[in-house]
């Protein structure tokens, strides 16, 4: 497993790290074959994992928190996220701060996710979305200074909302945010233009989320793939998603290396990228930690097939599925 260092916290974490989201909120997932897939993916050099109290209302922080017990003599980084108190996924331009993340919430979630974790200080605390029109009010930062100097949290970030890579950038010319989550992958590379050479300028560490396009760049979705009504993809995959997304799937299939299979090209593109840090994939089963981890072997993408990815690029707009 390859390691980079996690911009100005100095961490040197994995590449690939873990997205624990699939562990709450997604059908299909099965406790003990969850439980190994963490140990083997530690086993396999994982250190880095990003979980939020809104995954299971804290049952994926517990996991965390389950696996950290189990392995005291390693350091495993515990990223987690603050709940927008409204519970809207994401934020829109019209919430005020007040009812998004007030400083008393801030401070009650910050000690929820402690006490779920159980663990005296969170590594990494994120807003689970965000406003750039927040950025110069003082709520937020007097409570994540005083929680930062109560040794509670050791860094910062922001989760960026889906398909608003900019929605951040002047929060982060504050000085006060460490990190930023952002979908980022062959089809969202929106982020190249501007987010990522403010955080390369910054030093803040960057977290690709969502490098399967929540499914689509694994190839395995077709128009009449249909997922249980308790699962949250199928309030995402309604259908004018799901058709564009396999047909811009079925667009790339031409252009994956022989012997790579999507998904594997899905990953080596996003790693492919310096600013990347870490990407954070589900993996809850076995096969998937041994067929991600595998992908951290320090070898980059042929620079063909670097460049034939670009006109792969989807931009889109925030719709009111695309939470």
Known sequence: MQKRRFGR????????????????GWTGSDRKETDDSLNLAVESGVNFFDTAWGYGEGLSERILGELIKRYPDRKLYA??????????????????LK???PADYIVEYTEKSLQN???????????????????????????????????????????????????????LETGLIDAVQVIY?????????????????????????????????????TKETTFPADDWRATYFVPENLNTSVDHAEALRPDIPAGMTMAELALR?????????????????????????????????????????KAHRWDRQPTKWSQ
């Open 117 to 171: 974790l159980g663990t005296e200080q969170i590594d990494l605390l994120q807003f689970h979305v965000w406003e750039d029109a927040w950025a110069e009010e003082d709520e937020w930062k007097e409570a994540i200074q005083k929680l930062t100097k109560e040794g509670k949290v050791a860094a910062w970030g922001i989760s960026i909302n889906r398909w608003e890579p900019n929605n951040a950038l002047k929060t």
């Open 9 to 24: 916290t100095g961490w040197e974490i994995s590449e690939v790290g873990y997205g624990m989201w699939g562990l709450a």
């Open 269 to 309: 593109f996003i790693l492919n990228n310096p600013d990347v840090h870490t990407t954070i994939p589900g993996m809850r089963r076995l096969a998937n930690v041994r067929a991600n981890v595998a992908v951290s072997d320090g070898v980059k993408l042929d620079a063909a097939v670097a460049e034939k990815m």
């Open 185 to 221: 992958n062959i089809f969202d590379q929106a982020p190249e233009d501007l987010l990522f050479p403010l955080c390369r300028k910054l030093d803040i560490g960057v977290i690709a989320r969502v490098p399967f396009d929540e499914g689509t760049l694994t190839g395995t979705l």
């Open 79 to 96: 990223a987690t996220k603050i709940p927008p108190k409204n519970r809207q996924w994401p934020s829109r331009p019209e919430f005020a």
């Open 99 to 101: 009812d998004v993340f």
